[in-house]
């Protein structure tokens, strides 16, 4: 059984390991505590939601990791996955629907079955709906946002599910008791990833998608022991992310980020690497 708990300000973010995900593009919202949703961190938040839990029948959620939540019930199943770094996409039911709701000020306008959100702030988001499925979709302009829509509405949604399980397949099948727990390790690790960008040539991770976004030295080491059960090139990748941000005098910051490198530093972990292996494999 995948991780199924639910709780406020869960992250849900889109992983380097599945495609671009971009530090200065970013799309990263964190579950609701009142309603089955995610609130997405723009300049004006927007949450995306299911209506009224009470009109749900026997709801049961089956899984809720960091890039997909569903939920089942006797009137269907209901589910918001990131198939994108821009875009959710899932499945409702007309009896509950799906909305859309933003913070502040803003102008929606329908074009055709896609209702477009202009923020005026320079984001844009929409939302498209047909036949039980949905594509939810953030941009710089309509264009965008409407093209996103359109290839989401046309995603396998089945597929992308299986797709999504994968990385949890393992340790699922080893019935362990401690098994959900390890899966919800796995998926709050995956999202934690973000792909090469500026000053970062590649793979790299930080503490918090929310609000901690930038590569620490100490968390990197961290994140690389835990990432070493999974995929020991990805755990080295996330070492030598520290050393594409090193000066040329060999100074190397305690934090940094695609367009920015700290001028301070930490006690160095680096010592550890030979321990865990993490160099050399």
């Not at 949890?168 to 080893?174: A, I, R, T, Y």
Request: hydrophobic content about 40%.
């Amino acid at each position: 059984m995948l991780p199924n708990k639910r709780g406020q300000g869960q992250l849900f973010a889109f992983s380097a390991l599945d495609g671009e995900s971009l530090f200065t593009d970013d799309f990263t919202g964190t579950l609701c505590g009142d309603k089955i949703g995610v609130i997405f961190n723009t300049l004006c938040r927007r949450t995306l939601y299911f209506g009224d839990m009470n009109k749900f029948i026997a709801p049961e959620l089956k899984c809720v990791t960091s890039d997909m939540v569903i939920l089942e019930t006797l009137i269907g199943s209901f589910s918001m996955i990131f198939a994108e770094r821009h875009l959710v996409i899932g499945e409702y039911n007309d009896i509950s629907g799906v909305f859309v709701s933003l913070d502040g000020e803003c102008k929606t306008v329908k074009k055709g079955d896609i209702e477009i959100h202009d923020s005026n702030d320079g984001e844009y988001t929409a939302i498209i709906k047909r036949d039980g499925r949905f594509a939810f979709a953030y941009g710089k302009s309509e264009n965008e946002v409407i093209d996103l829509c359109e290839k989401g509405i046309t995603i396998d949604l089945e597929e992308l599910k299986q797709i999504k399980k994968k990385p949890f397949e393992k340790e699922l099948q080893n019935n362990d008791r401690y098994a959900q727990l390890y899966a919800k390790c796995i998926s709050v690790m995956r999202s934690q990833l973000y792909s090469p960008e500026g000053n970062i040539k590649r793979i790299w991770s930080t503490p918090d998608r929310l609000p901690h976004r930038n590569m620490w030295l100490w968390d990197s080491v961290f994140h690389a022991i835990g990432h070493r059960h999974l995929d020991a090139k990805l755990a080295q990748n996330l070492i030598l992310a520290l050393f594409d941000v090193q000066r040329e005098d060999g100074f190397i910051p305690h934090m940094a980020r695609p367009d920015y490198i700290s001028d301070i530093t930490q006690p160095h972990v680096f010592a550890c690497f030979r321990n865990y292996s993490l160099i050399f494999l």
